[in-house]
């Protein structure tokens, strides 16, 4: 009975996601082969507090057959009045926890127009716990407390006035981030205890926000929201007139005067960049920038595009941008496209490669060809055999079910059944197989115009719009990794990855009516190596003479038809 014990401790009832104990136990309930007839559970609140979740759990298990016993209330599904006691239970359960996030809500109201702590650590400062004057103890023997306080750590209050005062100096967040880095500062999220975390712009840009440092406590300024989609719990703004601002004097870390500075620098800044930030579908312009989404640094994280102060717009590494990698090599977008564009242009046009791959592919299909041949030989040599042993399973399922009609439910017969069903199913998917007739793999020359078309189609594919080119080579490329090197000619980014012959929604790569002529990528992961050395500096690029242009188009009459990437 252990072997199926579960439990999620320390997790919500009011979210699936996270609760893997549960989502065992609902995946087992259902496999055919399901290796218990019910579940049983201490109280409705274990199972969830959230009434729509619990509902739709309840009638999967009932779909596949599984009982849910719950002990406190002795309720079991497989009464007639189950879902008006579990709705009755659940929505309580409910209740229960709108009623305690009030409580909670008030006490950290309560806790802030004091001005203690009303949330948990904040960097500059130690929650030191208020006693209760009275001595009282609670349950466990500890004495109760009437609140936390707030305590400066000179340390962590010392880097918080560098951090505004190299701001003010006229530092920007990454370079804020990149010099405490380099240093060894312990960042924020060491001093919650997780070492391995680096200072980065986003944490640069709450510290320089953040009020409290002036000793100014503004709060109710977000509300902790369930996403019902996404299964995870989201922090949504609350409008200003629901926030209470309150003086904590002794809070305060820096002067009024940085504090000033700092605020007034943040206003140039943004008036001066306000289209810096830029990114991947942020505006109708970046929907047309191909690379986005395929470019990765050595660091792991991804290129992405932002806006220029000259107006330009440049492909970086997204880890540099937040100060948490060292590669500060970025490239002009137009520079970037035109080089990529070229390089695949000129691999997928490489007659070594063609041949290569379609001795690839041949090879491929007819060891598929051979594997489907003796297959379906060892099956049709046996075919007599499995018709008779489908008959005598058939014979069983008749005797069971009609046991099952006489006796009820049993526990033993349901998990015979469930295994004869299964070897049922595994018989009339052979005899099926051997019924097919598996036509005979493509000829060498068959192959190789295949093959010519999909290069062909890929490097014609290149010369559309934008839009349609990024699309197209999301479905051909994953990743293509980028790696600064120095070379005689200058500094150089090189580009790696790998390109699928067939892409993802390739009418070829479907395998129908049996025939091997129309099967691709389904047996035949076909790829080919990308690898291209591109120019950084755009007086290198110019000296190059630029390359291919982009497309431009002045209306829709203009725009190319797209190639069709199947026969």
Known sequence: MDEFTRSDERKSGQMLKGRAGLDELMKLAQQKDCPFDGIVIYDTSRFGRNLTDGLGMTDILKYYGIFLFFTTHDLDSRDKN????????????????????????????????????????????KNIAIPSADGTRWRNGRVAVDGVRREIIPEEAAVINRIFEMYAGGLGQQAISIKLNEEGV????????????????????????????IGINTWNKSKVVRNPIEQRKESHKRPESEWEVIAVPEWRIVSDDLWNSVVREIANRQGRAGRKKGGLNRTEASRKYIASGLLHCLCGRTFVAFHTLRGGVRYACAGWRIGKCTNNISILLTILESQMLQAISECVRDSALRDKLASEYCEQMVSHWNECEAQTQKITATGDDLRERRQNLLKKVDNIVDALQDDGRNPHLTKRLKGIEKELVAIDEDLQTASQVVTPPLSEDQAKELVTRKLAAIDAALKQPPEVVKQILARHIDTL????????????????????????????????????????????????????????????????GGGPPRPVYRSKAEVPRVPELAA
């Open 82 to 125: 189950f879902r008006k006691l579990f709705i009755t239970y659940a929505s309580q359960d409910e209740d229960y926890c709108a009623d305690i996030a009030d409580r909670v809500h008030r006490a950290q109201r309560g806790a802030a127009l004091k001005g203690n702590a009303s949330s948990g650590r904040t960097y500059g400062y």
């Open 481 to 544: 990794l980028m790696k600064p090197v120095e070379t005689p000619e200058g500094l150089r980014y090189e580009m790696t990855g790998e390109i699928r012959l067939f892409a993802a929604g390739d009418p070829d790569h479907v395998l129908l009516e049996g025939s091997l002529k129309r099967t691709c990528k389904q047996y035949t992961p076909l790829s080919f190596p990308l690898r291209a050395s591109l120019i950084t500096r755009a007086e290198e690029w110019g000296r190059k």
């Open 186 to 213: 312990p960042s924020t999220m060491k001093a919650y205890g997780h070492p391995a975390s680096l200072w980065c712009t986003p944490t640069i840009a709450n510290i320089l926000r953040n009020t409290k440092y």
